[in-house]
């Protein structure tokens, strides 16, 4: 070999050294860029599934209390004791804002239910007195699918419920329904 071909090789390996050096950290910059993306992305499912699983709890939760409120209905023996006090309201007074905090704070507005699911808070609900249908009037179906009773009248209370996750700033449901008994 003659001392210029050795020359040239050994300033072409020099040139493509640095070249690979480049390329490899643009590579692992691509590759990093990547990784953080794919990290960040898995801890906002993280919190999504976390959210979703907090709001299925403040559900149950406030579920429960709508049933615990149905079976008091179902015991009861008269309507003397919707006065207003210990979240029962009659046909004629104003039921309380179920948007405002204090309602489900202040003690004699609600009822506090006895399941809570491991909430942060214990659910808690109150029933008003909405109306009575008298007889066959709107020929309502109380007991089951297809069954017209049509006798008796039926009295309807509407039952409004609030539940939370399990954290003190989860999700709160509130659920309102209608149920009616035949006295």
Do not use: C
Not at 42 to 57: I, T, W, Y
Not at 93 to 111: A, K, L
Not at 132 to 146: A, F, I, K, P
Request: hydrophobic letters at 35%; zero cysteines.
């Amino acid at each position: 070999m003659t001392s210029v071909t050795v020359k040239n090789q050994l300033t072409q390996r020099s040139h493509q050294g640095g070249a690979v050096f480049i390329v490899s950290l643009v590579v692992l910059l691509i590759i990093t860029m990547l990784a953080v993306g794919g990290m960040q992305s898995s801890l906002l499912e993280e919190k999504m599934a976390g959210n979703v699983s907090d709001r299925n709890l403040a559900f149950q939760s406030t579920e429960s209390a709508v049933r615990e409120a149905e079976v008091f209905i179902e015991g009861i023996v008269s309507l003397g004791n919707f006065d207003g006090g210990a979240g029962l309201y009659s046909r004629t007074e104003i039921e309380p804002d179920y948007y405002s905090t204090d309602t489900w704070s202040e003690s004699g507005t609600h009822v506090v239910a006895d399941t809570d699911f491991g909430a942060y808070d214990s659910p808690r609900y109150f029933i008003k007195h909405f109306t009575t249908v008298t007889g066959t009037e709107g020929s309502l179906n109380m007991s089951g699918y297809g069954d017209n009773k049509g006798t008796g009248d039926v009295t309807i209370f509407k039952i409004t419920a609030r539940g939370t996750g399990a954290s003190a700033e989860s999700a709160e449901v509130i659920l309102r329904t209608q149920y009616g008994r035949i006295f």
